[in-house]
């Protein structure tokens, strides 16, 4: 599945932002939905993740509270919420989709679309 993500930028510390991620496939509901993201010089590393009918979530604790992730699968979209920004989280961050599900514990390598990523600095 080709994956498009979008809706990264710039922002002060404490604003907000919405990523999104466009799928471009018709089994977007057998998909299970994730974000990811890379800061300079760091490793990729999960941020959320969404169940197939959106009815579970996983969070990164770095995360808890701030971000939210949502899915409409009559859009074939996931999106990203991101509140009480903080320069922590200036990062490239990516979507990430694969039938089977992805979790805090699951290998990047095993996960089989991803996105080309969206800027997102957050200035203090």
């Known amino acids: 599945v080709q994956l498009q993500a979008c809706g990264g930028g710039l922002v002060q510390a404490g604003g907000s932002l919405r990523l999104s991620c466009a799928a471009s496939?018709?089994?977007?509901?057998?998909?299970?939905m994730s974000w990811f993201r890379q800061a300079p010089g760091r490793e990729r590393e999960f941020v959320s993740s969404?169940?197939?009918?959106?009815?579970?979530?996983y969070y990164a604790d770095s995360v808890k509270g701030r971000f939210t992730i949502s899915r409409d699968n009559a859009k074939n979209t996931v999106y990203l919420q991101m509140n009480s920004l903080k320069p922590e989280d200036t990062a490239v961050y990516y979507c990430a989709a694969d039938q089977a599900p992805i979790t805090t514990a699951t290998r990047q390598g095993t996960i089989g679309s991803w996105g080309q990523g969206t800027q997102l600095t957050v200035s203090s």
């Open positions: 969404i169940s197939w009918g959106g009815t579970s979530t």
């Open positions: 496939t018709g089994a977007f509901g057998s998909y299970f």
